[in-house]
């Protein structure tokens, strides 16, 4: 039987840019499915069901970017060289070709993957996402950041951000933060200020509204899965719409009573839903 | 208890640009619905039922543009000059603000009305639309222009295009076609070559690639619900996302087992999300 992700392992790989990248990975396959975490979010900041389900069916890897985390290295302030430093990972991991599950931060980081080297890419899941460039996002709401970038961790604040207001929803965040939270073996390194501030950058550079950019995403042949929650305070929704008007082959699912963290909240139906679409997605050829 | 759409009159309007506009109305209400019509259509291609829905709840306006059908004049080629002739229309009949529910070519010039006169629309809803500017779609697939562009209506051209290949979707068709056909009581005029000609030439120009156009839409700060089949040939789905995306008031709705002519086949569901929509929609402050 599959050990569940809060069993999982750190392991490390050395790679061709100096930096050793912590990551943890399970199951067998030729094309695994790596996912990039958001802001702040270091490896123990997936939610297990999440990853269990996800892990059940394919190879799953899970990685620190280069300055997260358990990852040395110094975290860069452009989501372009954090898509070269996961490009470097990808190398050092021996891979031709994955699926990539990016969320929030990481699904700009896919974003650029894909443009970058279009090849490594054979399909993306973009959860909690948005062009680069378009126009009403830059840096976030005012209390969104206030909650999540704050010096110590805040739960109240996580909760705000990545759950709806409703009972339901926050009740699904408080289970999610327990199961976060109480990781015991073989936790993560925390994520430090220096990554906070140069993610932070990157998200601000990232939101510079600039409509010529969001014609770079007609260049992204893959097929891509775009989801997001109905009342994400983050990344607005209309930005999963605008993704999907832009990108020439998506499909775009909108969950409901959810927020940022929809993915975790509806851990099951979303990775039902990855399931389906991994199913279906063709080979890319580049 | 109000008449089916099949008996209403048709009625003349002098406008001040010089053309006599025909139209049919029915309720009372200070902002009317107004609803503007798909290529070649004129005022007896809009399904009786749908109508009839719609007319329930609110003062309903129905209209041949400039050179359409039974009204006066010449068909422009641009949707732009479309726009002004409706907003001339609209002016002939002493009306300060509407509601307006455009349809595929209705729903550019709906677009256009809404960026050259704000003040005039409370809140659109634009059904099978797509913004001017959008790549991909420049004077529609050869098989749908093939369709519906030949000199004589062609009932399964209108099938193809209007409705999706499956059983219940053609036979819902079928039944659109044979009431739109049937009217006996005071039909329209036919759309002649000349409506034909000009309006393709304006979905043509609609249809030039032209990226920063799109930014437009931005500047439309009403409410505005957008809709769409999933299996529409003519306008495809992810330029409904691309509306959804660019428009910053905006939800979207993809109706299952359809094609252009969703809002026939599925015509219950559309007036009532139509009549949700409205209830929500506040009112506008150009």
Request: charged share 15%.
């Amino acid at each position: 039987m599959t050990p569940s992700y809060s069993q999982w392992s750190n392991k490390m790989v050395s790679a061709a840019n100096g930096v050793d990248y912590a990551f943890r990975e399970l199951g067998a396959g030729a094309v695994p499915l790596v996912l990039l975490q958001h802001f702040r979010g270091n490896l123990d900041y997936w939610d297990p069901p999440l990853i269990d389900a996800l892990a059940a069916r394919r190879r799953l890897i899970l990685f620190d970017n280069a300055g997260v985390g358990g990852s040395s290295g110094t975290t860069p302030s452009t989501v372009a060289q954090m898509a070269r430093d996961a490009i470097a990972f990808l190398a050092a991991m021996d891979l031709d070709q994955v699926d990539i599950l990016g969320f929030s931060l990481g699904s700009f980081i896919a974003q650029d993957i894909a443009l970058i080297r279009p090849a490594l890419v054979r399909s993306m899941i973009l959860a909690s996402s948005a062009p680069q460039g378009a126009a009403g996002m830059h840096g976030w709401a005012p209390e969104v950041i206030d909650a999540v970038g704050k010096p110590d961790p805040d739960p109240d604040g996580y909760l705000r951000v990545f759950f709806a207001a409703s009972t339901t929803s926050q009740g699904a965040g408080q289970e999610t933060l327990q199961r976060i939270l109480s990781r015991t073996t073989d936790p993560d390194e925390p994520t430090n200020w220096q990554t906070r501030q140069h993610q932070y950058d990157a998200v601000c550079a990232w939101g510079e509204p600039n409509h010529a950019l969001l014609q770079r995403l007609s260049a992204i042949d893959q097929q891509v899965f775009i989801a997001n929650g109905d009342g994400d305070p983050m990344i607005l929704p209309r930005y999963s719409y605008l993704l999907a008007g832009l990108i020439p082959n998506a499909t775009v699912k909108i969950y409901p009573d959810a927020a940022h963290g929809f993915l975790f909240q509806h851990h099951d139906e979303f990775a039902t839903d990855v399931d389906t679409f991994l199913a279906e997605a063709p080979a890319h050829n580049a």
